[in-house]
């Protein structure tokens, strides 16, 4: 007997806006067996070719009383990875949107990661009036500890960084992504990456920040680099907030504040 067709959505997160953002694709299943099967996952995620593909599945015997749970993996387009922020975003937004019921207002999703939550929250006073009647979403992620990279480590980049120095490098102690460090936001936008010189370093990716220029409103500028993943160039992405924000308040003295986004689904 034939399977039944698979629910699928694209969802762009980190926009107001349609076809912006970073979008992520979210298929809901409804057999175990599907939900079993990597190969199989991988196939589609390899077919959307996107940065992130979601892979639901409704836990059943989660208690009648609790939060609604969900079975979540990622995949990129050619592997699997234990943690994807906007993916788990778009996920949220569209079990808020169009599966659940309207009263529900927090999800926990059963991760490689451990159990993470996702909650409706009320807009932010820095939305003002746009944020009026649209859905806020609260993830709760887990903590990454980040380390200074001892000189062995150093990724090598000269192409990449084109003669502009180097305030720092730290290292995620999980993923391993490289944290570069640089002396302004300008530069973080000028860089021009060589991508094959960045897929040789040893870390799964390289995030490059500086501090923005002050008439932006804006902390940091940053740009991910993860082409080992298929991955160029991230749009924009939350996988590695719970390392960034750490990070940040390390390295600045005022309080740090991720900025509120809200996704949405394109017409």
Known sequence: MAKKPIQYVVVDAFTAEPF?????????????ERAADARWMQAVATEFNLSQTAFLLRDSSSAAAAAPRFGLRWFTPNTEVALCGHA????AHYLFTSVLAEHEALIEFATKSGILTAKKVPAPASA???GEGKLFIELDL??????????????????????????????????????VELSSGKEVADIIPNIHEIKRCS??????????????????????FCP??????ESILLH???LYSGYCRAIVS??????????????
């Not at 912006?20 to 175990?32: F, I, R, T, W």
């Not at 005022?254 to 017409?267: G, L, W």
């Open 128 to 130: 003002g009036v746009s």
């Open 88 to 91: 788990t975003l778009a996920s």
């Open 20 to 32: 912006k953002g970073n979008p992520a694709s979210v298929c809901v299943l409804d057999d175990a």
């Open 142 to 179: 887990p903590a990454i500890d980040f380390v200074e990279c001892d000189e062995a480590e150093l990724p090598s980049l000269p192409e990449t960084l084109n003669g502009v120095p180097v305030v720092s490098v730290h290292k995620s102690t999980t993923v391993s992504d490289f944290i």
């Open 228 to 233: 080992k993943f298929n991955i160029d160039e």
């Open 240 to 242: 590695f907030q719970p």
């Open 203 to 224: 870390g799964r990716g390289v995030i490059f920040t500086g501090p923005a220029p002050d008439e932006s409103g804006y902390d940091f500028f940053t740009r991910f």
């Open 254 to 267: 005022n309080i740090f504040h991720p900025q509120a986004f809200t996704p949405s689904v394109p017409d």
